[in-house]
């Protein structure tokens, strides 16, 4: 409901309805007063007299201003409306339609809400007139459309059948800035017209100060999309891997958050979940009011490699994103050749027990991600490196020149070499290898240091940075570390390595050294507890894992939630593919091409357009898909908060909009039509009536 003027230039004649007061007092006589007591009972008389003819001048002087009044108002030719399907003003309008297309749209009003809006801007374009121009413009685009004005409701009408719902959040700040550049130009008539949920994460992430340019002078109009009744409102909010591994024939534990937004509990809730299009479990779950509830499934992948997951919510009435979409790795079996240099004839006393025992706790082919083979040192001239990711050598005397040459060869290749000390190792044999070509140890060894159990050093320093020690991160596992005490060791001398695990006193533990495309650590105390007492600590096994995973080059497998929709996706690659090409298949099979530079020692890509919900794939260079450790699938998911229904209020979005003019009307109201009528005829008839009363009036005095 409002009114507007056809022609408010003649708005200014109100001006003019100060002039009969400007007469009325310019005409004012003063008289001088001569008081006369013989005509006091005649001043009595006059005055009661005077306070009737005072009444009725004024009287006159309000009709008079009322009629200059109605006269400007009746030149200005007011304008009543009711609808919110009418333009404020006469002449050419130019208008601009917001039309929220956010996931969110997908719920609103009462499972329809989308169609009613799309139903709202065909009502707005069909109610244009000759002369009048229209934009169209989504809450969520990719910037690259050519938005401009146009006349005809044709194109118009198409652009609105186009518009699809999107996978992501409502970007306000990007739809008005558009609509404000496209109103920059001068019109008769500017409006713009937003229909929405008012949905509350959109207008959340919303900031006026973001918008380059603010017209308050031109209206905005807000058709909100509204629901009956509230529905149920749950969504899943987080998908993370259970235990520590994917392998392929390994057990997978997968555990999602269900979260419900609603003031009702979601009962029965059923939450199903599928490994590469396959119903792996389903689970039945109930959701406290605004609350969470976590399922958790089991499950095993057949083959190693990439696998596509999701976990989708099953329920009747459910409003909010159904399906999480998730990326698997599983590993292959990482198979470990461990040398044993002090064999014993009690399996416990054997120098490789704790060690072996740690890579594979059950002894069972699919219990590990590991299969270690021990070996006696006497073997290793026959022993053959083809089948192995990494090699561990425990407490050997000296390595056979034989083995020597093929040790060399598989560690350049990309294998990797964890060598642990022990009273048996030949310091001298070893440190030919610190300056070989190229070299193999990480540090020269020099004279052992050997005390009581009791005397012992403690770890000092871990770094966690590195990559196979980021697992000891946690507070339990690094304070099991450190508790560890060292009583034997042969000290080193720097050679190259760098120092990733040190005693108390200073001394190296643990170093690295990269050979080729593998790598080589120095433990330099021993696998057993004949110097230590880390095998029997609990950070022991995840220790031994996390390197022996490391140097085998490869992830423990690997598990990708996604990223949200409009995110950015890093890629990174071997420093060999810089300078090649990279191809991104979407889910709806649009590929694109993106470039990888050179990124410290690291070919990396960034890929910007995620746009759409789903898995994408990754095509990688020629040769790149065993060797480059990236993966060959992503997720993309919509936002988590997408799916929240709760809506802004219309008094907090006045706020946030300051100083732009908003007015919130239902989108029932646009469908209703409207209706305007012309106050020129009843001011005329008041102008009319007005006159002649005054000159009634004036007769009379």
Known sequence: ?????????????????????????????????????????ILLSQKRIARSYRLRHWLLLALRTLAVVFLALLLANPIFQIGAGLFAGGGPVTLVVLLDNSLSMRWAGDGDGFKQAKEAA????????????????????????????KGQKEILLKEI??????????????????????????????????ITDMGLTGWDQFSLSSLKQVDPSIPLKTLRVARKQPPLNGAIKEVRLGGQSVGANLPLQIETTVANFGEVEIKELLVQLSIDGQNKEQKLTTVPPRGESTVSFQTRLAA??????????????????????????????????????????????????????????????????????????????????????????????????????????????????????????????FNKLAHSTPPLLPAELRERKLGAESSGEKIDKIDLSHPALQGLSDAILLESMKSARVWGYARSAGAGGTVLIALAN?????????????????????????WNDLPVKTAYLPFVQALSGYLAGGKRGAFDSGIPVGAVKEISLPPAYVGKSLRVIKPNRQDAEIFLSGEKDRAAARFEDNDKAGIYRLSLPAGGEKESGAPQIYAVNPPFLESRLDEISARDLAAKLKPIPLEVIPVDALQQGGKRTDLALPLLALLIVTLLVEGWLAQRL
């Open 122 to 149: 065909r009502l707005l374009i069909s109610g244009l007139n000759d002369g009048d121009r229209a934009a169209l413009i989504p809450t969520n685009f990719s910037g690259k459309e050519p938005f401009r004005l």
């Open 506 to 530: 200073g001394d190296p533990l643990l170093m690295e050294r990269r050979v080729g495309a593998g790598r080589v650590m120095l433990m330099a105390t021993s696998a057993d507890r004949d």
């Open 304 to 429: 190693p490699g990439a696998h596509l997951g999701q976990v989708t919510l099953k329920k009747e009435g459910l409003a909010g994103n159904p399906a999480v979409n998730f990326a698997l790795d599983a590993q292959d079996k990482l198979k470990i050749l461990v040398v044993d240099g002090d064999p014993q004839t009690s399996l416990v006393q054997s120098e490789t027990f704790f060690l072996s025992r740690a890579l594979n706790p059950a002894s069972e082919k699919d219990s590990s991600l590991f299969l270690p083979t021990v070996i006696l040192a006497d073997g290793l001239a026959a022993a053959s490196l083809d089948s192995y990711q990494a090699v561990v050598l425990c407490n050997i005397a000296s390595i056979p020149d034989v083995f020597l040459d093929k040790l060399r060869s598989f560690v350049q290749q990309g294998g990797g070499l964890l060598i642990f000390a022990g009273d048996r190792i030949q310091a001298d044999s």
């Open 161 to 194: 059948d186009a518009i699809e719902i999107a996978d992501g959040t409502a970007n306000f700040a990007a739809a008005l800035g558009k609509a404000y550049e496209l109103l920059s130009e001068p019109a008769a008539q500017k409006e713009i017209r937003l």
């Open 1 to 41: 409901m409002s009114v507007f003027f056809l022609y408010p230039i003649f708005l200014y004649g109100l001006l003019a309805a100060s002039l009969p007061i400007l007469i009325h007092l310019l005409n004012r006589r003063k008289l001088k007063r001569i008081r006369f007591p013989a005509v006091r009972f």
